[in-house]
Structures are given as structure tokens and as C-alpha cells.
């Protein structure tokens, strides 16, 4: 995949897309080139036929320090000031990443603040390194923590009482604890998330490609769903869509041959 990105460095391994957020000079601040291009990578995912998986990581010394405060501050008397649209451009990045297909593993080292603490939420699985502070810094610059999907993801990924405690306070919640109340799935040292996204891709790509972006999208909608009833008709879909697939037929023949199946993504 050619990368055609300034702020952006999408490195396409196999089925595997490894974006890494590339102003490491400001943390990875959010200026509105990048959310420029995090809006058009996220938006075209779901008519790649290649892509099966992102991992999303930071360059530099963070993952992401959130919006970028310079650059809003140099915008005249009113840094947001363009109301409801500007702010409608940078909250699309996140529901692109919640209904693209494709899961997205997140790497966070360093800080990942406001906008880059919600990417890390609106990841399908997130690996901390042993230097990662999170926290919702919207309220500690003036403005309201209910902001970019935090709202909606961080009392569903940790209950309502921590998720108010982090966004009434702007307090910061480290690597132990964010394991420890189920916010992140592991915590390795910073040298080694990268070997650790590598068990979660290995594991993701030997399921079938079919499988695995209507797994995810069996469950973005479970979470949201008003009853049992609701939850399981999308189940009963998926098991229909994937069980007249070819590559289920595969799976079947391999399992009973004892060998690997070959994957056709049909």
C-alpha cells in the first residue's frame, strides 16, 4: 500500500496495516492534517479488499498527546470557532474506526491524551506499554470531557463510576491500573508492543476473513443493542452469512485432514 500521508506512516505488512501517527516533534498532536488523513484512511477500509487487521501506534516518545492546542490557539480570538462543523470533521475519525471492518489493535506508550485517549478507545483491542498515562484532558483545557465518543466508550469498556472519575477530573490513569480495571488487555514493556500486537494479529489471521469482520460487527452492535432478541438475530445473520462461505467449507475439510486451512476470503 503506497503511503500517500504527511502526518501518517502506514507500513502494509501482508493483511496487516501498521499505521503509526507521525508528529512525534508535537507527541502526535491531532492538527487538522491529520485529521485530515485519519478521515480518509479510517473512511476507505471498508472498500479494501486487502487490509484484514489495523495496529495503530504513535511515533516518538507518546502515542498521542491529543488536539493540537498550538495550532488552535494561532486561529484568531476563537480557536474553535468554527463550531459544529469543524467539530463534526474530527469526531467522524471515530466512528470511521468503530464501523470500518477491519479490527484495530492500539499500541500506547507515553501519554494518550483528549483526542489520542480516544483513539485508543475506539480501538477493538488496546496493548499498554509500561510508560502509559491516559487521560481525558478535554476538561483540564476548558472545555467539556464529553467529546470524541469518550463519552460513549469509556463507561462501557470500564463502568460508570471510573469513567466519571477520569472525566470529571482529567486525572491521569497509568498502565497497572488501566489492567487492572480491564481499560487495556496487556501491559509489556515499551520495547516490546510491537511482539505483543504480533500474538493478537498471528491469532486474528488465522480465523476466516468473513469470520472476523462479522465478529466485529456482531459486536459493535451487541453493545448497543436493546434486548437479547436483538443481539441474537444479528448473531443468527452472521452464522448464516458465514456458514454458506466457502472458506467455512475449508475450515471443515481442514480440520478433519489435520492441517491448516487456506483462507479465500469467500
Not at 480518509?40 to 504513535?58: K, N, S
Not at 483545557?141 to 470500564?158: A, H, K, W
Request: hydrophobic content about 45%; charged content about 25%; proline content about 4%.
Amino acid at each position: 500500500m503506497a503511503n500517500n500521508f504527511d502526518t501518517l506512516d502506514i507500513e502494509r505488512r501482508g493483511a496487516v496495516d501498521w499505521v503509526s501517527l507521525n508528529r512525534p516533534d508535537r507527541l502526535n498532536a491531532i492538527d487538522s492534517q491529520m485529521t485530515r488523513e485519519l478521515n480518509e484512511y479510517f473512511g476507505g477500509l471498508a472498500d479494501d479488499p486487502v487490509a484484514r487487521i489495523v495496529v495503530l501506534r504513535g511515533a516518538g516518545r507518546g502515542f498521542c498527546a491529543g488536539l493540537d492546542i498550538k495550532e488552535k490557539t494561532a486561529e484568531a480570538d476563537r480557536p474553535f470557532g468554527r463550531g459544529f462543523a469543524q467539530q463534526g470533521v474530527m469526531s467522524d475519525i471515530y466512528l470511521k474506526m468503530r464501523r470500518c471492518p477491519q479490527p484495530i489493535i492500539s499500541l500506547i506508550h507515553g501519554a494518550a491524551s483528549g483526542g489520542g485517549f480516544a483513539l485508543a478507545l475506539a480501538s477493538d483491542v488496546r496493548i499498554a506499554g509500561e510508560s502509559a498515562r491516559m487521560n481525558a484532558a478535554f476538561i483540564r483545557i476548558g472545555l467539556s470531557s464529553c467529546d470524541m465518543g469518550t463519552s460513549y466508550f469509556l463507561p462501557r469498556l470500564v463502568g460508570v463510576s471510573l469513567a466519571s472519575e477520569l472525566m470529571l477530573t482529567g486525572r491521569f490513569i497509568d498502565a497497572a491500573r488501566a489492567l487492572a480495571t480491564g481499560l487495556v488487555s496487556q501491559v509489556v514493556p515499551d520495547d516490546q508492543l510491537e511482539a505483543a500486537a504480533g500474538s493478537f494479529v498471528q491469532d486474528m489471521l488465522a480465523t476466516t476473513p468473513m469470520g472476523l469482520r462479522l465478529t466485529k460487527d456482531g459486536l459493535n452492535m451487541a453493545i448497543d443493542s436493546p434486548s437479547l432478541e436483538h443481539a441474537m438475530a444479528i448473531e443468527n445473520r452472521n452464522q448464516l452469512l458465514t456458514g454458506r462461505s466457502e472458506d467455512f467449507r475449508e475450515a471443515l475439510e481442514a480440520r478433519a485432514q489435520g492441517r491448516a486451512p487456506v483462507w479465500k476470503g469467500r
